[in-house]
């Protein structure tokens, strides 16, 4: 979406059930037919229906700084647990995490449809160090029947299943 002073355009989208939009061009309504605030939520209100939801990058008319609302913690105290088993919850992960220190969150992904856990997910803890301290002792060891791999990481979209950008820029 770019907003210049007299016009706003909003770019036709990627429908999740039937792909691109027939209609490939912009459409460009004028500020003064239509108020901005109005019209940015209708547009998300529009495409919460029909689309997959948005991440949400604000940014501020000629300033610098970018920001990405976000509500996941910090990257630094993000570990990346794969291989655990299907029945594995999320609570287990808690608790046998917790042993290294203070857990902020747990993530299992799962598939979309069938909701059942893909074999991986991620664990946030408070402090660098004990996020450290828990990749040294778990990583390669036997968790619930299977060896498992602990590292660092940031949950994010991999390039191969999702190609095209999930970020909404708006101006404030």
């Not at 691109?20 to 495409?47: C, G, K, V």
């Not at 604000?58 to 610098?64: E, F, L, Q, W």
């Not at 609302?69 to 990257?75: C, E, H, K, Q, T």
């Amino acid at each position: 979406m770019a907003l210049s002073s007299s016009t706003f355009q909003i770019p036709f989208l990627k429908h999740r059930y039937f792909g691109m939009s027939q209609n490939l061009r912009t459409p460009i309504l004028t500020m003064s037919t239509i108020p901005r605030d109005r019209l940015i939520s209708s547009f998300h209100t529009a495409r919460s229906k029909l689309c997959s939801p948005l991440r949400t990058i604000s940014c501020v008319a000629g300033d610098d700084e970018t920001r990405e609302a976000s509500s996941l913690p910090s990257s630094i105290s993000s570990l990346f647990v794969k291989g655990f088993s299907d029945s594995v919850s999320e609570g287990r992960l808690k608790k046998v995490f917790s042993e290294f220190g203070q857990v902020t969150n747990v993530k299992i992904i799962a598939n979309e449809r069938t909701r059942q856990s893909l074999g991986y997910g991620y664990v946030w803890f408070n402090s660098k160090e004990d996020a450290q301290s828990a990749v040294e002792a778990m990583n390669g060891k036997f968790f619930d029947g299977r060896f498992i791999l602990v590292k660092f990481g940031q949950p994010g979209l991999s390039r191969r299943r999702r190609p095209h950008s999930d970020f909404l820029f708006v101006n404030k």
